[in-house]
């Protein structure tokens, strides 16, 4: 599973020209499901981000506060184009993405994990054309990737 993460002011997705989902604060989590991965892998995922130190604290301005100590929201946006490989060509292989049925799954434990977390969570539209307009703050942008033994890290 890669996930890149983003730290938000806000960010929306929209299909269709319409809002699907939207969030204040928080991360932007752009994930891709890929053979292999788990609900384990996706929970441990979720773990290791309600944790993440990426937002300033109140006095020392460095990077320790999690998304839940400030209150901030995740919208969780499924993008299996990160499971692409452009090692060979010029057309990117998807060969490592997860089948759509097995990605969606997936997907969707990794937001209820994060929403178990206590986090309030958003979800794009699996499969759809989706439009994600968002402010980075920072910008932050964080890569997770876990291996087959579900350990996430960079």
Request: proline residues 4%.
């Amino acid at each position: 599973m890669k996930i890149v993460l983003q730290r938000v002011s806000r960010a929306e997705v929209r299909v269709d020209g319409r809002t699907k989902a939207s969030i204040g604060r928080g991360l932007l989590a752009l994930v891709a499901v890929e053979r292999g991965d788990t609900d384990a892998s996706a929970t441990k995922a979720a773990a290791k981000i309600a944790v993440l130190r990426v937002f300033p604290g109140e006095d020392s301005g460095k990077m320790d506060r999690s998304v839940a100590e400030v209150g901030g929201e995740v919208l969780v946006v499924s993008q299996f184009t990160l499971a692409g490989s452009v090692r060979k060509g010029g057309r990117p292989s998807f060969e490592r993405a997860a089948p759509p049925a097995e990605g969606a799954a997936i997907c969707d434990t990794l937001a209820r994990a994060l929403s178990s977390a206590g986090l309030k969570v958003s979800k794009g539209v699996f499969g759809a054309m989706m439009e994600v307009d968002l402010v980075n703050d920072g910008p932050v942008t964080i890569w997770l990737e876990s291996n087959a033994g579900g350990e996430v890290g960079p």
